[in-house]
Nanobody
Framework: EVQLVESGGGLVQPGGSLRLSCAAS????????MSWVRQAPGKGLEWVSY????????NYADSVKGRFTISRDNAKNTLYLQMNSLKPEDTAVYYC?????????RSQGTQVTVSS
């Protein structure tokens, strides 16, 4: 059974940083591209970032480019999202997913709230 457990969310002031983690199990993590997606209050799902199986290719939504960094540790079956220079509009529930399933996240996500 695929399990994805996000952590690291919280309340942060504008301009602050957070590092999200996603612990994966139940599938071959190291041979799957992975993505982060988010859903802001009252809005639809937004794709945030993608990383290839070896980490050599990364892509970002324009809204986070230059501020967020996706990475992975295949030895630990863990995906990360370093978020810097956070803005109030980054407030959302953040989910990790296999890159082929980003439109239908199956995990609970972690809440990120950016507010002063």
């Amino acid at each position: 059974e695929v399990q994805l457990v996000e952590s690291g969310g919280g309340l942060v002031q504008p301009g602050g940083s957070l590092r999200l983690s996603c612990a994966a199990s139940g599938f071959p993590f190291s041979i799957n591209g992975m993505s982060w997606v988010r859903q802001a209050p009252g809005k639809g799902l937004e794709w945030v970032s993608y990383i290839s199986i070896g980490g050599g290719t990364t892509n970002y939504a324009d809204s986070v480019k230059g501020r967020f960094t996706i990475s992975r540790d295949n030895a630990k079956n863990t995906l990360y999202l370093q978020m810097n220079s956070l803005k109030p509009e980054d407030t959302a529930v953040y989910y990790c997913s296999k890159s082929t399933e980003w439109r239908t996240p199956r995990s609970q996500g972690t809440q990120v709230t950016v507010s002063s």
